[in-house]
């Protein structure tokens, strides 16, 4: 009887000790949406305007719109690197969500702006 006792306390005690964890998964799983349509960050990017057309000393803004994979917006998305491909005729400065742009000399060159090395967008810059 002592076997039985014993044995039918450590049942109980199993089953106890195994209620939290249970406990647990049930909340991370409630947590969960359903689908798992949860975007995983940006999946496109586009500038505008895009083509500039400045003169030699004016600055203009280019505005990036960010979206997800589902296709939605990310207006606060500022992880971006601008660049400007000859930085002698245009140059570009990151402010906040957007890139300043500032007309160097006469030429045409392009302005990226890069959320990672495969997700870019371009536009072209004309200074006159």
Known sequence: MKRNRR?????????RSLAPIAASILVALAGCKEGGTDPKGPTSITLSPQTLNLSVGQTATLFATVK???????????????????????????????????????????????VRSNLMAHVTINVQ
């Open 7 to 15: 044995s039918g306390y450590s049942r109980r005690l199993v089953r």
């Open 68 to 114: 997800d994979e589902n296709g939605a917006p990310m207006p606060s998305f500022s992880a971006l690197t601008w660049s400007s491909g000859n930085s002698a005729i245009a140059s570009v400065a990151k402010s906040d969500t957007t890139g300043v742009v500032t007309a160097v000399t006469k030429g045409q060159t392009q302005i990226s702006a890069a």
